[in-house]
DNA sequence: CCACTATATCGATAATTATCGATATGTGCA
DNA sequence: TGCACATATCGATAATTATCGATATAGTGG
């Protein structure tokens, strides 16, 4: 469940610094911030949670569907997956949002 | 944290059937559905769950602002709160949506 | 004040989530 | 092939959430 992801602070966190890597994230070795994504060791100097954890983080964030992740060599690079946010963004608006209400 | 109010299915429910009151809730003795809002016990039955779960779900889903209570004898009824319903979702979307993306 | 109904709160336990260290897997390179 | 690094997965434990029954609180009518 997408809302259970982004239930937990840190996760919900990452997924907004992902909007702008250059800001949030150091320059990585290997790879552009904003083409390629963020790979986990980057994303695990900012959290300050262990490597494992951050790991699944991501993995729980892709699974929901909110990030994609691209391997490069040895690393794993993760960016947002715009399409996905929008979808569920939207989703949740029509479950709990007003809906159409006519004012005749 | 509201996301973890919305994070559980039954909750994200009740908020969901609170729109449509009249559509989701058999008629109360007391208390117009619309304008007042659905007691504790009607939304009980619809659920299915024990009444202090019932009870606590509603007070998680009121201290997230998303639904206000308001009591008429020995009921309590509770509405949604559209105005913080939206507030949230619009943070929501400056957290986590694309935001601002300059085409030039 | 007393029963009766509706709701809230408390205390306990089961279920889930958070988080770690250890280890496995995958990749680049000597 | 074998070491070094990045990431993923596993297994364990702590922390939080789900859920209930019991009980407390509040209001209604006699």
């Known amino acids: 469940m997408i809302l259970k992801a982004l239930a937990n602070p840190i996760r919900l966190q990452i997924l907004n610094w992902l909007r702008e890597p250059h800001r949030y994230f150091s320059d990585q070795e290997v790879g552009d911030l904003d083409a390629d994504g963020v790979c986990v060791s ?59 209400e006519r004012t005749s």
Chains 1, 2 share one sequence.
């Not at 490597?51 to 990030?67: F, N």
């Not at 946010?85 to 029509?94: A, G, K, M, S």
């Open 42 to 100: 980057v994303i695990q100097r900012r959290v300050n949670l262990s490597q494992s954890t951050v790991s699944q983080y991501l993995t729980e964030l892709q699974r929901a569907g909110l990030v994609q992740s691209k391997r490069i060599g040895q690393w794993t690079y993760y960016r947002r997956d715009e399409a996905g946010i929008r979808r569920f963004l939207d989703e949740l608006e029509r479950v709990i949002g007003q809906g159409e």
